[in-house]
C-alpha cells in the first residue's frame, strides 16, 4: 500500500469512527449543556404524577409508542395538521395515550433555561425511566442525545404498533423488526403490570368471539364476568375502561405473569405468551422472580429507547414538542 493509499485509508477510517461517535448515545448528555435537564423532567414527572398516578403508565406506553414508529425521535409527540394525520391520531393512540401534559411542561421549563438543547425525545424518554422507578421498578441510565424527527404519520402507527390482537409469532416479528428479541418483548410486555386499557380494546374476547364460542376460552371465566359487568356488550361508550391489573394497578410488580398463568389477562397478546414453550418459560420465571424482571425490565427499556435514534446533527431540536420547528 503506497503512502497516498494509507492516507486514504486513514481518512476513511478518521471519517467512520467520526460517524460511529454520532451514532452513539451517551449518560449524562446534557451534563454540561442543561445540566438541570434530569432533574426537571423528573420534577415533572412527580408532579404529574401527584395529581393522576396513572399517567406514569401513559409515559412508559408513549415512550414504546414513540420508539416503535420511525425510532424514539419524539414522532409521538407531534400534533397532525391539516395535511397530515400524525401518529397521535392514530387509533392506536387517540384516545388512549396519555400524559402529553408532562411532556410539555418539562419542555417549557427547560426551554427557559437552556433553550433549543434539549431534545423532545429524550424528555420522554427520562419520563418514561421516572415513571418506572416512582411506581416501584428499577431505576436505570438512561444514554441520550436523541435528536428530534419531523415527520409524523398516523398510517406507520398502524404499520408498526402491535395490536391486543396478535398472537405470539407476529408480536415476535413486530419487536424482531425493531432489533428488539422474543424474550425482550416478553420483559417488555410486562409493563402491562401497570395502568388500564379501554374495553374497547379487548370487548372481543369478551361477546361474539367466533362463531361458536360467546367468550375466549382462554379468558378465566370469572375474571371474564367481572370485565363484562365493566364493559356492557353493545355499550356506545368509548371512555369505559378498566385497570390492566386489578390488584396492584399502580405497581410495577410481577403480577402481570402471575395473571397470565392465572388466565386473567386482558389481551390476546397478553394470554398468547403461554403457547409458546420458550415465551412460557420466561412467564413462569419472571412470576417467581420479582428481582430479574425488574433488572431485565431496566435493560429492554434501555434497549428499546435507542431504537432508531437520530443524532449528531440529524432532525432537529423541537421548541414545542407538538409542533415542528
Ligand atoms: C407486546 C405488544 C403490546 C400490545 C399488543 C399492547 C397493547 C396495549 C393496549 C391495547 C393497551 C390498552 C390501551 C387502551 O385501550 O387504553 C395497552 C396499554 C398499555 N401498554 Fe401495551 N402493548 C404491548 C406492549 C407494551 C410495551 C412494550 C409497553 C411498554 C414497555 C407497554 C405499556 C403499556 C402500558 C403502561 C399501558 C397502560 C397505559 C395507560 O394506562 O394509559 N405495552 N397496551
Ligand atoms: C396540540 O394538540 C393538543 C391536543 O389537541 C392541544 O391541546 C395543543 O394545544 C396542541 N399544541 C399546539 C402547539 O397547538
Ligand atoms: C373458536 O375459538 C376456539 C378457541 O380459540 C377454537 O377452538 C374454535 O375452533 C373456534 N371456532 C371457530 C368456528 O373458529
Ligand atoms: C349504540 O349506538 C347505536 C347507533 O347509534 C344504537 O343503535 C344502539 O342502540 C346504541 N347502543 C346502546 C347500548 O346504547
Ligand atoms: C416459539 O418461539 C420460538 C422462538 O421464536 C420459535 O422458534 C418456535 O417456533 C415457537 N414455537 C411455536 C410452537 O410457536
Ligand atoms: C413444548 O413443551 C411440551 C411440554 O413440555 C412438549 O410436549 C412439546 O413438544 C414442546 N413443543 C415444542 C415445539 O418444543
Redesign the pocket.
Known sequence: MGSKEKLLLAFVVCLYSTVQLEAQLQVGFYSSTCPRAEPIVQEEVMKGLQSNIGLAAGLIRMHFHDCFVRGCDGSVLI?STDSTQAERDSPANNPSLRG?EVIDSAKTRLEALCPGVVSCADILTFAARDSVSMTGGMTYRVPAGRRDGRISLATEASANLPPPTFVVDQLTQRFANKGLTQDEMVTLSGAHTIGRSHCTSFSNRLYNFNSTMASDPTLDSTFASQLMQSCPQGSNDTTLVVPMDPSTPYTMDTNYYSNILANKVLFTSDQTLTSNNSTAASVRMNAMNRMLWKNKFAAAMVKMGQIEVLTGSDGEIRK?C??VN
Open positions: 400534533n402529553f414545542v407538538s409542533v
